[in-house]
């Protein structure tokens, strides 16, 4: 059992939840419950990649509402609804906010399970995603305030003559910084180093 | 100038005057009897004067007997024109007086045709000549005659007559008639026997002047007669006045029936209309209008009713649809009463149009019962939905036990403890699914409560075990007070659990906010009247406002739901005779509180 397997049920009804970590339990899947999402809230986070089963109506905080807050926190956990009583505007409200799937109660095995197992995936891949930003974002920080605006102009696609003169600068101090920004950032191409700026939302500032 | 010609010709020509005046009266109206007569009294008294002016000129005996005759016949109709004038003009004379009168003057006149020389003289010595008032006048010399007494006691039996009669119309009520006619003529009556006796006993020499004291009596009535005429002139124009009056009082009601809205109408009690201020819409074959006529026909023995209290209670009350000429109708609010018309019982009514009134009322009861209806559908709809997700939850247990089981049966080595924790998991949410089933069935079996003995403290229990999940996931701290003893009741078992476990719910709902402070629910019941009360009392948000309308169809303070889960519990609840109320506790929260009747009033 690898930490890639961990599911998380929040469901206020507890003999389901009994029921459902059996049967994930069976399946090989590492299982937490928790009885309502403030006790989610309250309790440790649990380590991601990750896979949330949420009950949408408990009574208190409801499905929508902590998915809402782990989406503002930031969270790479999964969330896979399991509800009752879901209506369309719930599900699509649901998907929107970036849920995995949107199934009702009772549910089959299979669904539940392939349903989980592409959470699981998504949780995966948000986790790698935010590792390389994180990465990126770190390389970045070793750069000087210049360099910054170096890279942003580079970025924007201008010719060093044009950097320079709108830095104040000439020509050749333009490429110094540059080298160094290319060096720093482990860019071996401009193509490249655009991707890195993408990835770290820069290009987008244009002030 | 001889005075005596000019006295008697003007008294015969002033007597025929009065009479011709007379005539013509009578003539235009036939009924004016008292007219007839005074024209023939006057007329005679003519005549009379006439004879007595001819017998004071008369030279020869023979013709002065010729005269006689005349002149008795005269006297004869003067005396039955005057008995028939008081007769039919004071109209309070004995019958038998007058007949006895006519009847002596008959005698008279015959005993003056038969008897010879004449009835006042035995015989007739000759004629004398006198002076009278400066002038020269026959006058006859004889014995008179005893049998001259029958036209003297004729007079007195007259006077008397008038004397009766007189009286009578003065006790009758007619005073100045009967004092200015009958007295008048009773004097001069008297005053001619008195002179009459004088002359014919030789005591005082005087002509025959009858005539003189009959024409008093016919200057007399000729007064009262004009007195009459104008009075009733006066009583003309007064009456011309009265009209103008009542004409202009007719107008002003006219103005009122017709000025008043809706239908205005005065009936008698055979129902015809005499003044009403609207065309009937079926004016009936006949010539008189009915008041049924302005109504359907359906909607006649209710008229008929409500007319009939009115003459006889004095007043009535009724709503009916009126129909207008054009064929149309409308709502009208009646109000009728009873008044008497020349003593005989007549009805006014009216009627105002309510017909806007009315359809707002059909609306207002329209829409009630749309409303009615769809919070019906409404609450079943909630209703199976809640029981939809009920029924969803053991369903969802079951399966994902199931699967569980059968993954662990595909073990190698399968794990009994666990299969068994499973299949025991499993038939207790069977158990619940089919109690879910059971409840939907008895709240959709609708129609008359199966009522069975219930001990409150079972109900309490059974309601507390069905909900041990919700009130463990809770965490709130649940208090039970039962007394020891506590009387049964009749009721429909389930829903009345439901109740209860609604208001429990919304308890635990109410306290979910609650935080640090705890939560604590406090489930008692008490026996109360003749009945039981039941009451869940939480330390949660308490009601928003206090009043009846959270107990409204669609009223909800929570995100979801309908709002029909206390309007559904006040309904089985009153189903069974009871009362749910909520009050605001003095610290936090809020109580819900029902009252069970031991034996609901089965109606």
Same mark, same amino acid.
């Given at each position: 059992?690898?930490?890639?397997?961990?599911?998380?049920?929040? @469901? @206020?009804?507890?003999?389901?939840?009994?029921?459902?970590?059996?049967?994930?339990?069976?399946?090989?899947?590492?299982?937490?419950?928790?009885?309502?999402?403030?006790?989610?809230?309250?309790?440790?986070?649990?380590?991601?990649? !990750?896979?949330?089963?949420?009950?949408e109506?408990?009574? !208190?905080?409801?499905?929508?509402?902590?998915?809402?807050? $782990?989406?503002?926190?930031?969270?790479?956990?999964?969330?896979?609804?399991?509800?009752?009583?879901?209506?369309?505007?719930?599900?699509?409200?649901?998907?929107?906010? !970036?849920?995995?799937?949107?199934?009702t109660?009772?549910?089959?095995?299979?669904?539940?399970?392939?349903s989980?197992?592409?959470?699981?995936?998504?949780?995966?891949?948000?986790?790698?995603?935010?590792?390389?930003?994180?990465?990126?974002?770190?390389?970045?920080?070793?750069?000087?305030?210049?360099?910054?605006?170096? $890279?942003?102009?580079?970025?924007?696609?201008?010719?060093?003559?044009?950097?320079?003169?709108?830095?104040?600068l000439?020509?050749?101090?333009?490429?110094?910084?540059?080298?160094?920004?290319?060096?720093?950032?482990r860019a071996?191409?401009?193509?490249?180093?655009?991707?890195?700026?993408?990835?770290?939302?820069?290009?987008?500032?244009e002030? | 100038?001889?005075?005596?010609?000019?006295?008697? =010709?003007?008294?015969?020509?002033?007597?025929?005057?009065?009479?011709?005046?007379?005539?013509?009266?009578?003539?235009?109206?036939?009924?004016?009897?008292?007219s007839?007569?005074?024209?023939?009294?006057?007329?005679?008294?003519?005549?009379?004067?006439?004879?007595?002016?001819?017998?004071?000129?008369?030279?020869?005996?023979?013709?002065?007997?010729?005269?006689?005759?005349?002149?008795?016949?005269?006297?004869?109709?003067?005396?039955?024109?005057?008995?028939?004038?008081?007769?039919?003009?004071?109209?309070?004379g004995?019958?038998?007086?007058?007949? =006895?009168?006519?009847?002596?003057?008959?005698?008279?006149?015959?005993?003056?045709?038969?008897?010879?020389?004449?009835?006042?003289?035995?015989?007739?010595?000759?004629?004398?000549?006198?002076?009278?008032?400066?002038?020269?006048?026959?006058?006859?010399?004889?014995?008179?005659?005893?049998?001259?007494?029958?036209?003297?006691v004729s007079?007195?039996?007259?006077?008397?007559?008038?004397?009766?009669?007189?009286?009578?119309?003065?006790?009758?009520?007619?005073?100045?008639?009967?004092?200015?006619?009958?007295?008048s003529?009773?004097?001069?009556?008297?005053?001619?026997?008195? +002179?009459?006796?004088?002359?014919?006993?030789?005591?005082?020499?005087?002509p025959?002047?009858?005539?003189?004291?009959f024409?008093?009596?016919?200057?007399?009535?000729?007064?009262?007669?004009?007195?009459?005429?104008?009075?009733?002139?006066?009583?003309?124009?007064?009456?011309?006045?009265?009209?103008?009056?009542?004409?202009?009082?007719?107008?002003?009601?006219?103005?009122?029936?017709?000025?008043?809205?809706?239908?205005?109408?005065?009936?008698? +009690?055979?129902?015809?209309?005499?003044?009403?201020?609207?065309?009937?819409?079926?004016?009936?074959?006949?010539i008189?209008?009915?008041?049924?006529?302005?109504?359907?026909?359906?909607?006649h023995?209710?008229?008929?009713?409500?007319?009939?209290?009115?003459?006889?209670?004095?007043?009535?009350?009724?709503?009916?649809?009126?129909?207008?000429?054009?064929?149309s109708?409308?709502?009208?609010f009646?109000?009728?009463?009873?008044?008497?018309?020349?003593?005989?019982?007549?009805?006014?009514?009216?009627g105002?149009?309510?017909?806007?009134?009315?359809?707002?009322?059909l609306?207002?009861?329209?829409?009630?019962?749309?409303?009615?209806?769809?919070?019906?559908?409404?609450?079943?709809?909630?209703?199976?939905?809640?029981?939809?997700?009920?029924?969803?939850?053991?369903?969802?247990?079951?399966?994902?036990?199931?699967?569980?089981?059968?993954?662990?049966?595909?073990?190698?080595v399968?794990?009994?403890?666990?299969?068994?924790?499973?299949?025991?998991?499993?038939v207790?949410?069977?158990i619940r699914?089919?109690?879910?089933?059971r409840?939907?069935?008895?709240?959709?079996?609708?129609?008359?409560p199966?009522?069975?003995?219930?001990?409150?403290?079972?109900?309490?229990n059974?309601?507390?075990?069905?909900?041990?999940?919700?009130?463990d996931?809770?965490?709130?701290?649940?208090s039970?007070?039962?007394p020891?003893?506590?009387?049964?009741?009749?009721?429909?078992?389930?829903?009345?659990? +439901?109740?209860?476990?609604?208001?429990?719910?919304?308890?635990?709902?109410?306290?979910?906010?609650?935080?640090?402070?705890?939560?604590?629910?406090?489930?008692?019941?008490?026996?109360?009247?003749s009945?039981?009360?039941?009451?869940?009392?939480?330390?949660?948000?308490?009601?928003?406002?206090?009043?009846?309308w959270?107990?409204?169809?669609?009223?909800?303070?929570?995100?979801t739901?309908?709002g029909?889960?206390?309007?559904?519990?006040?309904?089985?609840?009153?189903?069974?005779?009871?009362?749910?109320?909520?009050?605001?506790?003095k610290?936090?929260?809020?109580?819900?509180?029902?009252?069970?009747?031991?034996?609901?009033?089965?109606?």
């Amino acid at each position: 059992m690898n930490e890639s397997q961990s599911v998380i049920l929040i @469901d @206020d009804e507890t003999d389901l939840l009994k029921a459902l970590r059996r049967l994930l339990k069976a399946e090989g899947f590492q299982v937490a419950c928790h009885t309502s999402a403030a006790e989610f809230l309250a309790a440790a986070r649990p380590p991601s990649p !990750g896979c949330i089963v949420l009950d949408e109506s408990m009574p !208190g905080m409801t499905g929508l509402d902590l998915q809402r807050e $782990l989406v503002a926190e930031g969270s790479t956990l999964a969330i896979v609804f399991l509800t009752a009583r879901g209506d369309i505007p719930m599900s699509v409200r649901a998907m929107k906010a !970036g849920a995995v799937d949107f199934l009702t109660k009772p549910v089959k095995d299979k669904d539940l399970i392939s349903s989980i197992r592409m959470g699981l995936k998504k949780s995966a891949d948000l986790e790698l995603n935010k590792n390389e930003v994180d990465l990126l974002r770190g390389r970045f920080e070793t750069l000087t305030d210049r360099e910054r605006e170096v $890279l942003k102009f580079v970025t924007q696609g201008l010719p060093n003559k044009q950097i320079a003169a709108s830095l104040g600068l000439v020509e050749q101090t333009i490429k110094v910084h540059r080298s160094r920004v290319m060096t720093k950032m482990r860019a071996e191409s401009l193509a490249q180093l655009v991707v890195v700026a993408e990835r770290l939302g820069i290009t987008s500032q244009e002030s | 100038m001889n005075w005596v010609i000019v006295a008697w =010709t003007g008294a015969t020509s002033a007597s025929l005057m009065l009479a011709a005046i007379h005539l013509f009266v009578w003539i235009r109206n036939r009924k004016a009897w008292a007219s007839l007569m005074f024209c023939l009294m006057a007329a005679c008294t003519a005549g009379m004067a006439g004879c007595e002016l001819a017998m004071m000129r008369v030279t020869d005996v023979n013709q002065l007997g010729a005269i006689l005759q005349w002149y008795n016949l005269s006297r004869w109709a003067v005396t039955l024109a005057l008995i028939g004038f008081m007769h039919f003009y004071l109209g309070a004379g004995r019958p038998w007086l007058e007949l =006895t009168v006519i009847g002596l003057r008959t005698l008279a006149l015959l005993l003056n045709l038969f008897v010879s020389p004449n009835a006042y003289y035995s015989s007739i010595d000759g004629l004398n000549r006198i002076i009278f008032f400066g002038q020269a006048v026959t006058v006859v010399e004889g014995i008179p005659n005893p049998l001259m007494l029958v036209g003297q006691v004729s007079m007195l039996v007259l006077a008397a007559y008038l004397v009766d009669t007189t009286w009578r119309a003065y006790t009758a009520g007619a005073y100045n008639r009967a004092l200015r006619v009958g007295s008048s003529s009773v004097f001069f009556v008297l005053a001619l026997s008195l +002179q009459t006796m004088l002359v014919l006993w030789g005591v005082v020499e005087a002509p025959i002047m009858a005539s003189l004291f009959f024409l008093g009596i016919v200057g007399v009535m000729a007064f009262e007669l004009s007195e009459d005429m104008l009075r009733s002139t006066r009583l003309a124009e007064n009456l011309q006045q009265r009209e103008v009056d009542l004409r202009r009082e007719r107008k002003l009601t006219d103005a009122v029936f017709q000025g008043a809205p809706g239908l205005l109408f005065l009936q008698s +009690q055979d129902g015809v209309i005499r003044r009403w201020n609207k065309r009937p819409a079926n004016p009936s074959e006949v010539i008189e209008t009915k008041i049924h006529d302005f109504f359907r026909k359906e909607d006649h023995p209710a008229l008929s009713e409500s007319l009939e209290k009115t003459f006889s209670e004095g007043s009535a009350n009724f709503e009916l649809d009126l129909l207008h000429s054009d064929g149309s109708a409308s709502r009208h609010f009646f109000s009728t009463v009873q008044i008497e018309i020349g003593e005989k019982p007549h009805l006014i009514g009216i009627g105002i149009d309510v017909s806007a009134e009315h359809a707002l009322g059909l609306e207002l009861a329209l829409q009630k019962e749309k409303l009615a209806r769809v919070s019906q559908i409404a609450s079943m709809s909630e209703l199976s939905s809640s029981l939809a997700h009920e029924i969803n939850q053991p369903l969802a247990i079951i399966l994902s036990n199931a699967e569980a089981a059968q993954r662990q049966l595909e073990l190698p080595v399968p794990n009994h403890n666990e299969l068994r924790d499973i299949l025991k998991d499993i038939v207790a949410a069977d158990i619940r699914a089919a109690d879910v089933i059971r409840r939907l069935r008895s709240i959709l079996q609708r129609g008359q409560p199966v009522l069975k003995p219930v001990a409150p403290s079972s109900l309490l229990n059974n309601v507390l075990r069905l909900l041990k999940t919700d009130l463990d996931n809770s965490g709130a701290l649940v208090s039970k007070k039962i007394p020891k003893r506590l009387p049964n009741f009749l009721a429909d078992r389930i829903p009345v659990e +439901q109740v209860l476990i609604n208001l429990i719910k919304n308890a635990l709902e109410a306290m979910h906010g609650n935080g640090t402070r705890g939560k604590s629910l406090i489930l008692s019941c008490a026996a109360e009247g003749s009945g039981v009360r039941f009451s869940v009392r939480d330390n949660g948000c308490g009601l928003p406002e206090s009043g009846d309308w959270i107990f409204e169809a669609f009223h909800t303070t929570k995100p979801t739901g309908l709002g029909l889960g206390l309007k559904i519990s006040q309904t089985i609840i009153q189903a069974h005779g009871g009362r749910l109320w909520a009050e605001v506790n003095k610290g936090r929260g809020a109580s819900f509180h029902f009252h069970l009747p031991l034996r609901p009033e089965t109606t």
